[in-house]
DNA sequence: TTGTATGCGTTATCAT
DNA sequence: ATGATAACGCATACAA
């Protein structure tokens, strides 16, 4: 273990400790004299010596971690944001502290608890529902935050994510463009802003075009496989009105889930119903029919969210910035002309 | 900011900063007098007090941190991993301090620096080759140390990982099952112990039914799709000898572009070719063929992870364990009987 | 049961 | 250019 302290170093190259201090530190090393500084470097070296930075954050008041908040771990959408935070708070030598709320309330307040208590020098959240709020809000008080991924209606907290009420435009715009007039959408949880957005943005393209969309919505807390499979049901199960010839899932693995309940029912992909997906997520370009759907820049998000804390803690008072990244359509094989 | 501490709480209550550390403090809180207790609660939740750990760290000599170190934060398959990690420190109020190796030597030396120097409480780390080794066995010299996923050679450093091995056997029993005789494997990167036990499993097993197997190496850093795709354009250029009636691709990435090349060359699978995959990744279920693969249970290696430096950390004098999570093989469509 | 005093390993201020 | 010293916030050995 680690044992030896820069007292020890001091010791052994004959300077005080204060002295041993300042010729390790990067910025003020030149205010020792060279030769010093070598012996001190030299010493460190031969002693094993190595920085606490646990004593020196609670002297400077900077503890060089950032907590970061997800909802659920094994979201294989996650992995890129993830890598690109991590990237980004590599660059400036800062450490993440990675907790999981569960999508659960109550574990996210805990976490915010450990992570304030830690001192983290900022928090990257992409977590969190509507009814979460207040918690967020609290934590942006203490210290300096950023939400990711997930969009939030509040404006007084930093937030990027991407846009997806342009998401859901494409996605409209791409079943427009194959002439389909009778569509629908699966939604994901409403309570998560990137989900109301991904309707509205679906809704108001085919309002705007004249087509009437059907929004198919459930008890649905995750956008799951199960929770896609469910909502074509209910879309195929109703009496009344013809069936859509076009749908679009809001997220992949709903849109798997949908595709499976359609073929069950006899209904072949893409000839009498096409499906759109939403994440680009692993696998979905080699699923047969492969998957059309809107790709977003995960990993972007996560490099800019840690720019973005970075930029909180360097300069406080800056007014909260917002930013959205652009989607894209991925056409592929689930999607096709309509015909009658 | 949650600039309050102790001593502000101890005025507030009119008591002395032991005192009210003593009264806030889980194990000796019963050691004060329960109406000064009371008034030392009630003080700290009025002030807002939250207690810095950056600080009891540093009097304790516990940060009550891990570091986890992570090849590749966007495989899906570390995701039920990292799940497992971080719910099995959370019951011990445990943080995990997150780092990516990305598959670098440098990387990785790097990252385990700033772990050593945030004086993490252990590490867990899921990366790292052959090469790594006495960078990691430094590691584990400093603070209680677990190697999970990945298997080492060395003894010397508890161990938690699947039995590659026996899932590359199991992957064998499969096919000479479906009564394969001409069987080839597509091999993943062999300076990573889990790989080279599932080349050796599975040679085994063949070996043992006397049947020849037919192991096909490239230059495979990374195990993905497009190595899949080379690796089986090799099996498929040889010239000698003839083609292989199955294939064991030693990761679902690699299946999928093996699957991928064999169609473009006009075989399809499972009819002239049987693909067996492994790892179960998310959507693999629903591919066309459904791949059969190997299911490995990621979460309860993360689990048992966080289980295992927990209880070095309690107990550092403990010999190291070696614990193996068996492996299932999930039959679906990409594996069929061998018809002549 | 409570208070006093000290130190964890750094860094920063002030002298020298 | 370097050294002495205090402080960061907390926990503990010891005294009362």
Same mark, same amino acid.
């Given at each position: 273990m680690a044992r030896v302290t820069l007292k020890d170093v001091a010791e052994y190259a004959g300077v005080d400790v204060s002295t041993a201090s300042r010729a390790l530190s990067t910025d003020r090393s %030149? *205010?020792?004299n060279p030769v010093t500084r070598q012996r001190v470097t030299q010493a460190a070296e031969q002693l094993g010596y190595r920085g606490n930075l646990q004593a020196s954050a609670l002297r400077r008041? +900077?503890? +060089?971690t950032i907590g970061v908040i997800v909802a659920? *771990?094994? %979201? !294989?959408?996650i992995g890129p944001v993830l890598r690109g935070i991590s990237q980004g708070l590599d660059g400036r030598r800062l450490l993440p502290i990675m907790t999981e709320s569960r999508d659960s309330s109550e574990t996210l307040d805990r976490v915010c608890d450990m992570l304030l208590a830690q001192r983290v020098d900022g928090v990257i959240c992409t977590a969190g529902r509507a009814s979460d709020r207040a918690t967020l809000r609290q934590v942006a008080l203490e210290t300096p935050t950023v939400l990711a991924i997930r969009r939030w209606p509040t404006s007084k907290i930093t937030n990027v994510s991407h846009n997806d009420f342009d998401g859901g435009r494409l996605a409209a715009d791409h079943l427009l463009s194959l002439g389909h007039t009778e569509v629908a959408q699966l939604l994901? &949880?409403? #309570?998560?802003g990137s989900f109301e957005d991904r309707t509205n943005g679906f809704a108001r393209r085919m309002a705007d075009a004249g087509v009437e969309c059907l929004n198919i919505e459930g008890d649905v807390h995750l956008p799951t496989f199960d929770a896609g499979r469910d909502l074509m049901q209910k879309l195929l199960d109703r009496t009344n009105g013809s069936r859509p010839t076009a749908v679009f899932a809001q997220n992949d693995s709903m849109a798997v889930g949908a595709m499976h309940l359609a073929a069950e029912r006899g *209904? %072949?992909? &893409? +000839? #009498?119903l096409s499906i759109v997906g939403y994440n #680009?997520? !692993?696998l979905t370009a080699h699923l047969t029919p492969a998957l059309s759907t809107i790709k977003l820049p995960g990993y972007e998000a996560g490099r800019i969210a840690a720019e973005l804390v970075v930029s909180l803690i360097e300069e406080p008072e800056q007014s909260p910035s917002s930013v959205m990244l652009a989607p894209a359509l991925v056409i592929r094989e689930s999607t096709t002309t309509y015909s009658p």
């Open positions: %030149n *205010l020792v008041g +900077r503890t +060089r659920d *771990l094994s %979201n !294989p959408f994901g &949880p409403q #309570d998560i *209904l %072949n992909c &893409p +000839r #009498d #680009d997520a !692993p």
